[in-house]
């Protein structure tokens, strides 16, 4: 059993920062993409960035040069720094990590989401 714990959310003015959080925990081999994802009603989850175990990172056009992605390896743990936040970035926000397990299975997990608001 693998489990995404996310933290960091919460309500900023726009202009400002957050910094989001997710720890992977249990039966863990390794863990090689991990990213961040959101998602506002009635669309669909998107990408924000990812960033492989190597620290290749990719993200969305509309975060470039405001958020950065991270993680420390040895925590099994990722970051997002949100800068210059918009109120368009207001969304529910999801950690996901592409696992391999103790018993080595390969499998994609998602975090319970943390909420995101941007006031104008």
């Known amino acids: 059993q693998v489990q995404l714990v996310e933290s960091g959310g919460g309500l900023v003015q726009a202009g400002g920062s957050l910094r989001l959080s997710c720890a992977a925990s249990?039966?863990?081999?390794?863990?090689?993409?991990m990213g961040w994802f959101r998602q506002v009603p009635g669309k669909q989850r998107e990408l924000v960035a990812r960033i492989t175990s190597t620290g290749r990172t990719n993200y969305a056009d509309s975060v470039k040069g405001r958020f950065t992605i991270s993680r420390a390896n040895a925590k099994n743990t990722v970051y997002l720094q949100m800068n210059s936040l918009k109120p368009e970035d207001t969304a529910v926000y999801y950690c996901?990590?592409?696992?391999?397990?103790?018993?080595?299975?390969?499998?994609?997990?998602w975090g319970q989401g943390t909420q995101v608001t941007v006031s104008s």
């Open positions: 249990g039966s863990i081999f390794s863990i090689n993409a």
């Open positions: 996901n990590a592409d696992v391999i397990t103790a018993t080595m299975f390969f499998n994609g997990y």
